[in-house]
């Protein structure tokens, strides 16, 4: 499929990760619908772009929300392609140095948002897309954001390891089920990405984790996860399979 006049839903779009695929859409001529909670951020990156882009207020785990986003979408052209980056994590053990049990509501809420939220997206994304004119033998496609913590999980990292370990684990089947809709499915693994969120360590830490990544030694750019979830979109012989995008990163314990 061509991005080039077609609409892509963003989740996590209004920074990051997501913030970079937004960019790249606009810049190949696509439209895309900036889905996020931060309204601030959102209506900037979309006021920016202009008439390329727009932005929905998203929680991923509500489906009325990204009902509303995808009608959004919808008005704007044909959705071809939804790329799920909205994500949380925290670092906790799970017991501590106490004993005392990792708590609950926090491991559910990281599922929620993570797990629970990349599948909501799927889900109503590839029903809309099911009911596309084929192009080029295809409807649509629907990329995933997992991470390289779903193989390589750290300490601290039970949560959001289970969380993006469940994502791996639901793109083969999910790209089966959709086969006959000629949608789709497709998942990032992403290692260690300059974004906001790196961007308050110091510079000394910063360094420490670029030098852990075999080649190229560096923090990943965001226009790389970009680039490539826009590959996606155009290959049509990618399917079922989660990427590693990590510069040949394997995770220490710690």
């Known amino acids: ?60 785990s509500n489906a009325a929300d990204v009902e509303a986003g995808l009608e959004l979408a919808g008005s704007l052209g044909t959705l ?27 491991f559910q809420k990281v599922i929620s948002v993570n797990l629970v939220g990349t599948f909501n997206v799927l889900r109503l994304a590839a029903s809309r897309m099911s009911k596309n004119e084929p192009e080029d033998g295809e409807r649509g496609v629907v990329i995933n954001t997992a991470s390289i913590a779903a193989f390589d999980g750290q300490i601290g990292q039970v949560a959001y390891s289970s969380s993006k370990g469940g994502i791996v684990g639901l793109t083969l089947p ?21 974004t906001p969120l790196l961007g308050m360590l110091s510079d000394d830490i910063r360094a420490a984790l670029a030098a852990t990544i075999p080649h190229p030694s560096r923090l990943g750019r965001p226009q790389e996860f970009g680039a490539l979830a826009c590959h996606i979109v155009e290959n049509g012989y990618i399917n079922g399979e989660v990427i590693r995008l990590d510069g040949a990163l394997r995770m220490a314990p710690r």
């Open 80 to 106: 071809r392609a939804a790329v799920s980056c909205a994500g949380i994590g925290i670092g906790v053990r799970t017991i501590d140095k106490t004993g005392a049990p990792h708590d609950l509501a926090a």
């Open 1 to 60: 499929m061509k991005i080039k006049g077609s609409v892509v839903l963003v989740t996590g779009g209004a920074s990051g990760l997501g913030e970079a695929t937004v960019r790249e859409v606009v810049a190949r001529g696509g439209r895309a619908v900036i889905a996020d909670l931060n309204e601030e951020r959102g209506e900037h990156l979309a006021k920016e772009l202009g008439e390329a882009a727009r932005f929905a207020k998203a929680d991923v």
């Open 174 to 194: 999910a790209a089966r089920d959709l086969s006959k809709a000629q949608v789709r499915v497709v998942t990032i693994a992403p290692g260690t990405f300059d």
